[in-house]
């Protein structure tokens, strides 16, 4: 017999050989038709696999990160064994499962595919996942394995071979396909209810563009139609959010050749938004307890040598200039700067917590063919912030940044958010991790413990920590249900110790203090990017670049119409006036164009009475107001951040 451990805690006797799915159908049989994979060990294997010795087990489904990506893996294994049909001798390198769905690099040998023979391999698809074809596993001597694809005439699987040890080589069979693959994979192709095969690219033999271009399919699978439905609804809506075109659109920002690839641009409706975002962050930091601090956008070779970043960052940042014989960098990050601000002074206990916020601009060297939009930028505007504590302050310090997250997320309207905790490995402490094993555990300890308390949904991540401390990513989804990586906070118990950071302690002895780096609002950059979808470029009143369109119906009322912008720009709210000569419904489609959120209509009544018309974007006439009284509406909204 042998002993299997649950996730919950729970460990029960198996017979030796069971399998995952064996042990799922012991369970419930619901939930043995919902296993995709399991992890064994902490290792993902098919779920059929025979399991020998005691194990920790977690099941994997659909709602698993591990699990999708096994199901759209398994999904590029069905798609070959389709192609393989269609296109006869072609040759496959390798189909791996991507952030959405899967591809699969293929040598066709002088065919091409088009975008009709995509519709036929999908239904092809279809055909073969009702066949519900086992993914069989079978371990394989090098040399058999070698013999196969040699028989084939496959010098991709041969040379993915050459790199392969003897005794570590499966093939995998599924119908009439077989692949050389580790796996794991789904139990059968039933799974696969749903496919669509999105793209066609050329992709060169491992990327490197002197090899032979290979095709490469893009595609995604699911348990059910109506998910990919949903999710082609999600990606057709997804387009008309799209950032780059509403931040074109709506005056938010562009790019120049001249000034170069990822330095964005911002122009004025875009220096708006984040003046407001600013003023929002200085707010909240302000009643926090921070203190705000600026720093240079530069610095000496020697403070990124200090602080590890070179060499080992080296690639991702602008390469140095040089006066007055030394190397001056760009800034990748503001930690440097913060800790030399720290260390200007000496600091006691008593004034711990000591936390710095700036929003510090940053340059990235990312590889130009990795540039998107707002998302991918080489200049941003960091959110950040250095908190610089003791072992005793952490979870209260650590539990308000969380807090600080709630609070923007129920401004921002964000409903769905998850925080992924990335822990050390106790193994690679010493070479991955910083050899400092109380300390990770004490800090990932206290980290579980305020995400538990304070009820936030988070995942555990294991051996994705940081060098120098776990690492907390915050996910967040817009209105649409689009994923993005907002920000990553950091705890951090090496660059303390690298920059000789101290503060006396009670015993008045020097102690090195623990830091939290976090940004809650990520980058201007991408956080624009994600409220560009999130809200359809309709900003909210307070964020909105222009909040109230004038709009005289005709010439004769622009001096009253005049009046009221004055008003309204004296109460310090955005207002412009329309005083082209159009017809008063173009104006009012004009202003819908531009999603500003009042518009005011000025006619013969409204001067008469001093009055304004109101329309409220998305809700439309709202009658007649006198002008005193809509502009305290309008400024408990503002105010209210509503
Ligand atoms: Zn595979
Ligand atoms: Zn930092």
Not at 462 to 487: C, H, M, N
Request: net charge negative; proline share 5%.
């Amino acid at each position: 017999m042998i002993r299997i451990s649950f996730p919950d805690g729970a460990v029960r006797e198996f017979q030796e050989g069971v399998s995952s799915l064996d042990i799922a159908k012991s369970i419930s049989e619901g939930l043995a038709r919902k296993v995709l994979a399991a992890k064994v060990n902490g290792e993902v294997w098919d779920a059929t696999r025979p399991i020998s010795m005691d194990a920790s087990l977690n099941l994997l489904t659909w709602d698993d990160s591990d699990g999708k990506s096994t199901f759209w893996h398994s999904s590029a294994h069905l798609m070959a064994e389709a192609v393989e049909v269609l296109f006869p001798g072609a040759k496959f390198w390798v189909g791996p499962a991507i952030e959405k769905g899967f591809y699969y690099d293929i040598d066709l040998g002088d065919k091409t595919i088009s975008e009709d023979q995509l519709k036929d391999m999908e239904k092809l698809m279809n055909e073969l996942a009702k066949k519900n074809s086992a993914y069989v596993r079978k371990a394989l001597p090098k040399q058999e394995a070698i013999a196969y694809f040699e028989q084939k005439g496959d010098e991709y699987k041969l040379d993915l071979l050459q790199g392969l040890q003897d005794g570590e080589i499966t093939f995998y069979t599924q119908g009439n396909f077989t692949d050389l693959c580790r796996g794991p994979h789904i139990p059968h192709t039933g799974f696969i209810k749903a496919i669509k095969l999105m793209s066609i690219a050329g992709a060169y033999w491992k990327g490197d563009e002197k090899n032979k271009q290979l095709t490469r399919i893009y595609g995604v699978t699911f348990p059910s139609q109506k998910e990919l439905d949903e999710y082609l609804a999600m990606l057709e809506e997804a387009k008309k959010r799209d950032h780059r075109k509403l931040g074109k659109e709506l005056g938010i920002f562009t790019f120049d050749d001249e000034v170069g690839p990822g330095l964005p641009l911002w122009l004025p409706n875009g220096a708006v938004v984040i003046e407001e975002l600013e003023k929002l962050a200085k707010e909240t930091e302000n009643a926090a307890g921070y203190k705000r601090v600026v720093t240079p956008h530069i610095a000496k070779e020697s403070l990124y040598h200090t602080s590890g970043h070179l060499p080992y960052y080296q690639d991702s940042m602008y390469p140095p200039m040089e006066l007055e014989g030394t190397k001056y960098y760009l800034k990748a990050m503001n930690c440097p700067h913060h800790h030399k601000i720290f260390s200007s002074d000496a600091r006691s206990y008593k004034e711990l917590p000591v936390r710095l916020a700036e929003y510090g601009t940053c340059y990235r060297y990312e590889q130009s063919g990795e540039l998107f939009g707002l998302m991918r930028v080489r200049c941003l505007h960091m959110n950040d912030a250095h908190i610089y504590c003791t072992r005793e302050q952490f979870a209260q310090e650590f539990r308000a940044v969380n807090e600080m997250y709630m609070k923007y997320f129920k401004i921002f309207g964000i409903e769905k958010y998850v925080m992924r905790l990335s822990l050390h490995d106790p193994a690679k402490l010493g070479q991955k991790y910083i050899n400092e094993p109380e300390l990770w555990l004490e800090t990932e300890a206290m980290v579980r413990n305020v995400l538990i308390e304070s009820g936030i949904p988070y995942v555990e991540v294991p051996d994705e920590g940081a060098f120098y401390g776990p690492k907390i990513d915050v996910q967040i989804w817009s209105a649409i249900g689009r994923e993005f990586t907002l920000a990553t906070n950091q705890v951090d118990f090496a660059q303390g110790r690298r920059f000789k950071l101290t503060f006396t302690n009670k015993d008045n002895q020097p102690e090195t203090p623990l830091i939290i780096h976090r940004a809650p609002l990520g980058t201007h950059e991408r956080f624009i990017g994600f409220l560009l979808e999130h809200y359809a470029g309709k900003f909210p009143l307070w964020l909105a670049p222009v909040q109230v369109k004038v709009l005289p119906i005709s010439e004769k009322f622009i001096p009253y119409a005049a009046n009221v912008v004055d008003e309204l720009k004296k109460a310090d709210i955005r207002a412009e006036l329309d005083d082209r000569n159009e017809k008063i419904g173009k104006k009012i489609r004009d202003t819908e164009i531009l999603k500003i959120p009042y518009m005011f209509v000025i006619g013969e009544k409204e001067v008469n009475e001093g009055l304004v018309s109101v329309r409220k974007q998305g809700i439309g006439d709202q009658g007649s107001r006198p002008v005193s009284e809509i502009l305290s509406t309008l400024i408990s909204e503002i105010k209210e951040r509503q």
